[in-house]
């Protein structure tokens, strides 16, 4: 079997550097799904990014998508209207943002409710107790209505450059331990 292609789904107003998505791409060569606005993002426009980016990958190449952010709540509406969720092996699920709150409904418009049917495929939520833009208890129900495995990892922010995790090689073995096959080795 083929090993599996790796996109990573930054959330709002991408993943800059010292990120773990950009220090990913750097060092392993992930691709990363570009959206049309990172400024203004528009459910709609980033899953029918994520679905022509999916359609373009190698046919019989499980995917694994590793998502920060507003890229887990874009990677659960993509999967409740795609066809193409077959093709996806596992989703790491790092920090999805309590869209619900009135301060988030506000700065992202159209987003909330979140989609909370189970996943089809493997999927994981790593979640931080001192998150500002998520409660542990909320990542706990979202990853409990994906019928996703939560790994918390304690006080480490919003999980992004600011949380100094580096090359976060846990994050990287989560995302392997979703795979049925090894990830390509390091370049």
Known sequence: MTAP??????????????HWQTRWQERHGFARVEQHDWQRPLR???????????????????????????GCLLVAWWAAHSRSTPRVAGALLV????????????QIPGWAPPARQRLPFASAVVA?????FASLEYATQ???????????????????ADSGLGDWPQGLQWLQDLAAEPLPANR
């Open 5 to 18: 292609g790796v996109l990573l789904l930054p959330g709002w107003l991408d993943s800059g550097p010292g």
């Open 44 to 70: 709609g426009d980033w899953c029918a990014r994520l679905e022509e980016v999916v359609l373009a990958q190698p046919a019989g190449r499980p995917l694994l998508l590793a998502a920060h952010s507003l």
């Open 95 to 106: 920090a999805p943002p309590e869209i619900e709150r009135a301060d988030l409904r506000q």
């Open 128 to 132: 931080s107790s001192d998150d500002p």
């Open 142 to 160: 979202l990853a409990a209505d994906w019928g996703a495995a939560l790994h918390g990892i304690g006080a480490r922010g919003h999980i992004n």
